[in-house]
């Protein structure tokens, strides 16, 4: 079995020092170009056509690079079933990050109720507003989706044993993290785009290893600089940093960094995760021989890779780089192939 790559192995492109440099007035310029659209809430912001244009190039790319995959392709809004959300334990990691969905499900008496505080709510103007009316939402059965894989394990599960090849599958959503902040690249709502291996550990762990080689050629072909690392995922409360340090320790996940807009930090624009049979076990997903399935998940950060290209080649796309300008808007398909022939990871 490959072992993943060296944690801190440095792979950045060659580049001056500015260019592997963040940049923290990305948000401001891109607002200002019209590009990203602020709605007055830290991480939630409107695309403009250009920003999703080159989303959707983004996405046409990557549905190449996993071509020779045959994933299944499945695709979910950005909600899941509560219980399944219940199931999974995101509560215990990332309680501070989980987004529920309520809504009104009173009499009119409750109605009374609601459209009286809304009318205090309303009175004091754009003053910081009481969320009073509130009190008359209920929970539904409906929570945001956290991350793009979750509505696909008890879904997998649901199906009965896996097949001896165990599956692929390939989805891609709004995800949902009440982190806001003034960071581009920690949005509110956006989007990943995931390959999910399901299967036993040999297969999933040489899933996992292709795919940080895939993830790199393909930010190689977008001309971006980056390292891969280890994560540092911010578990919850006071044993997280425990959890965080014992999930470097088994190196269970790798992450693509980029210079983006975090002053002094990169920014994970991919990640790369071993979940072991963390979620075989909770939804008691079964290999042919009866074993507990492992998983593992390849996640694209669409708006973080999108940035970093507007970050590192400008804002006007017509100024990128001629070869990322031929990836993205040509014929990527022979660059892609040359690429995975380098990494040795094509079929
Ligand atoms: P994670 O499940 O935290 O590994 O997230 C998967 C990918 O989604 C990351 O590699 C990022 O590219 C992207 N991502 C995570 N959190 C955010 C966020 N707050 N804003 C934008 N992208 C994010
Ligand atoms: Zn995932």
Redesign the pocket.
């Known amino acids: 079995m490959n072992m993943p790559t060296e944690p801190a192995v440095l792979m950045q492109a060659e580049g001056q020092t500015s260019s592997v440099a963040s940049d923290p007035t990305l948000r401001d310029r891109l607002i200002e170009a019209g590009i990203l659209i602020d709605t007055g809430e830290n991480g939630l912001y409107g695309r403009s056509e250009v920003f999703e244009d080159v989303v959707d190039r983004l996405n046409k790319v990557i549905t190449l690079l996993g071509a020779d995959q045959s994933a299944e392709v499945l695709r979910f809004p950005p909600a899941m079933r509560r219980h399944d959300f219940e199931d999974s334990e995101y509560l215990k990691s990332f309680p501070d990050l989980a987004g529920t969905i309520h809504a009104f499900q009173g009499n009119d008496r409750g109605h009374h109720r609601l459209l009286e505080a809304l009318d205090k709510t309303l009175a004091v103007g754009d003053q910081e507003r009481s969320d009073e009316w509130m009190d008359q939402q209920k929970p539904t059965r409906l929570v945001l989706t956290p ?1 793009a894989c979750y509505p696909v394990y008890p879904l997998i599960a649901r199906r009965g044993k896996l097949a001896e090849e165990g599956a692929i599958v390939d989805v891609f959503a709004y995800c949902f ?1 009440h ?1 806001p902040s003034i960071d581009p ?3 509110q709502m ?1 989007r ?1 785009r995931e390959y999910i291996r399901v299967g036993s550990p040999a297969q999933v762990m040489a899933f996992r290893q292709k795919w940080i080689e895939r993830g790199s050629a393909l930010v190689r072909l977008l001309q971006l600089p980056f390292e891969i690392d280890l ?1 540092n ?1 911010p578990f919850f409360g006071r044993g997280g940093k425990i959890v965080a340090d014992s999930q470097r320790e088994q190196q269970l996940k790798f ?1 693509l960094l980029v210079p983006v807009a975090t002053p002094n930090k990169l920014t ?4 790369f ?1 071993y979940h072991m049979e963390h979620f075989g076990e909770i939804w008691n997903i079964q290999q042919t021989d009866d074993s507990l399935a492992h998983t593992a998940c390849v ?1 694209f ?1 669409m ?2 890779t999108t940035l970093a290209l507007f970050r590192h080649h400008g804002l006007d796309v017509t100024k990128w780089p001629e070869a990322v300008r031929t990836f993205l808007w040509g014929d990527a398909a022979p660059m892609i192939a040359d690429a995975l022939a380098r990494t040795g990871t094509n079929a």
Do not use: I, K, Q, V
């Open positions: 991350a993290r982190e690249g920690r949005m956006f990943m994560a995922d992450e994970a624009c991919l990640s995760n996640g950060g708006e973080r």
